[in-house]
Nanobody
Framework: QVQLVESGGGLVQPGGSLRLSCVAS????????MGWYRQAPGKQRELVGV???????TYADSAKGRFTISRDNAKNTVYLQMNSLKPEDTATYYC???????????????????WGQGTQVTVSS
């Protein structure tokens, strides 16, 4: 079973920084896109940023210039460096991976998205 586990969340003051990590594990054949989404209380889940297997990144306007996504393919890990945090950044941050898992040595599963359980980020003074 493929699992995504986020870590690095916590409480930080406005203007502070935080670095989130997400590690994918299991029978993974190949990972395409990896991304970060967030969901604040009473709000819909929204895209924060995405990084392709080649390293190309896309950010939501709210994250552009403040957040940076990076990945370590050898470790099946994606990071989200968050700087200049604002109270409106408070949310549960979820890791997402677009990947193909392997059933065995010969078969792979269909390409699909996997989600982590989320890590809480609270920006407050």
């Amino acid at each position: 079973q493929v699992q995504l586990v986020e870590s690095g969340g916590g409480l930080v003051q406005p203007g502070g920084s935080l670095r989130l990590s997400c590690v994918a594990s299991g029978r993974i054949f190949i990972i395409y896109n990896m991304g970060w989404y967030r969901q604040a209380p009473g709000k819909q889940r929204e895209l924060v940023g995405v990084i392709t297997s080649g390293g190309s990144t896309t950010y939501a306007d709210s994250a552009k210039g403040r957040f940076t996504i990076s990945r370590d393919n050898a470790k099946n890990t994606v990071y989200l460096q968050m700087n200049s945090l604002k109270p409106e950044d408070t949310a549960t941050y979820y890791c997402n991976a677009d990947l193909v898992a392997s059933e065995n040595a010969f078969l792979s599963t269909p390409r699909q998205n996997y989600w982590g359980q989320g890590t809480q980020v609270t920006v407050s003074s």
